[in-house]
């Protein structure tokens, strides 16, 4: 929430700095035409998808606004110098281009640097009042949890414990009651608890595998207790609470400092997608509606970040058809239910162009696991380990599986679970610069598949 206040206090910076360059050159007030509002709103836009390139808006220059004002000086000056070199080749007045171009410099940059010192703790409180507590479940031996766990209450900000188990015979919550480890998968089923610490010794692998393996098709962050307060910590992938380091085994990166980055850097790719190719999202519109019976797109439930349903949206590319229900056939070579156009449409991927309104909206990514149908899900996360995994971070339109060939039809098991394991190794390595790597390499060599029929 933080990096989006961010994001609109630097667009109305830049806005408020281009409106009051324009207004007043020189002593004299005049009025912008319509393109030229247009055109200082694409490039307000533009700076600002800069701005999430270089790194504005990651977690760690959110505290620390000196990172964020030196990167915020340099695109602006880089941008500043772009223009200026633009204002010289086209041949305009000079003169008062470029006196509105310093103008807006200096007060974009004075604008934002000075928000960012004056409102960042006020930005901070409004984060915290609406963040949301998690809601954990505590598993540990009897004698470490009673130690622990009136410090855990007092001092673990942003968590809620709302239940303990015991981890000898049985299991116990606050309230006395009893159960066994299926009624701990039963309220992850429901989405009862959004995470489970793990208060043992490492050496009792057999009983952490067990807890891992028994929730692994359930979005639940688990955490191992490390008895490690009096050493110093290097691992990034650990979480300290009330005086306690938690290994994370099992989490979805929503604390990375670089989650908001991708993020906003999705919606703002996506609008320019979506404006610059709208002639071509019309024509293919109108191809596939004058060609065959039916709507214009396919809709159809997928799995999104952490098992949140939602509806994707790709160009309709087969005859309108009916299926049994809890039933779902993969496109085949030589499909009989593909259009003429919907063949073309599936082999280009034209048919996924849809999907950045879906960007758009926050339910799917540019780059990301590809979501499979419902169907699909329920059957393949029987026969390979770690495939719900997949959706610990937002689906994408493209992803390190699909530039490496694993797209289009999956035949055989062997098939998916190579695309799970390419999956599995673009989130334990993913990185903003891998992320610009695949969309470059998608639209060089990434439209086109042997295996999309």
Known sequence: MRAVIWMLLDLLSIVSATWLAYRYIGGAWISPSDSDVALGLTCSLLLLLAFVVVGVYAGKYQTRPTGAIARIVLMSLLAWAVANRAVIDMQVDQAQVTAWLDLCLIISIALMAAI????????????????????????????YLERWLPRAKREAGGYAIVATWASESSPQTEHGTSGALKTLVTKAKHRDFDELWLALPMSRQEEISRYIKALQHHFIDIRLFADVQNLPLFNPTATKVAGTTFIDLVTSPRHCEDVW???????????????????????IAALVKLTSRGPVFFRQRRKGVDGREFTILKFRSMHVHREAAGRLTQASKNDKRVTPIGRFLRKTSLDELPQFINVLFGQMSVVGPRPHA??????????????????????????????????????????MARRVALDLFYIQHWSFWLDLKIVVMTVFNGFAGRNAY
């Open 116 to 143: 960012r010192v004056l409102c960042g703790e006020w930005i901070r409180r409004v984060e915290s009042k609406h963040a949301q507590a998690r809601r954990v479940v505590v598993v540990g031996d009897a004698a």
């Open 374 to 415: 419902l169907e699909h899900d329920d059957f393949y996360m029987r026969l390979i380990d770690g495939y719900m995994y997949r959706y610990r971070i937002k689906p994408g339109i493209t992803g390190w599986a699909q530039i490496n060939g694993a797209r289009g039809e999956t035949a055989q098991v062997e098939c």
């Open 261 to 283: 980055s991708k993020s906003l850097f999705d919606r703002l790719f996506a609008l320019c997608v979506l404006l610059l190719l709208s002639p071509v999202l019309l024509a």
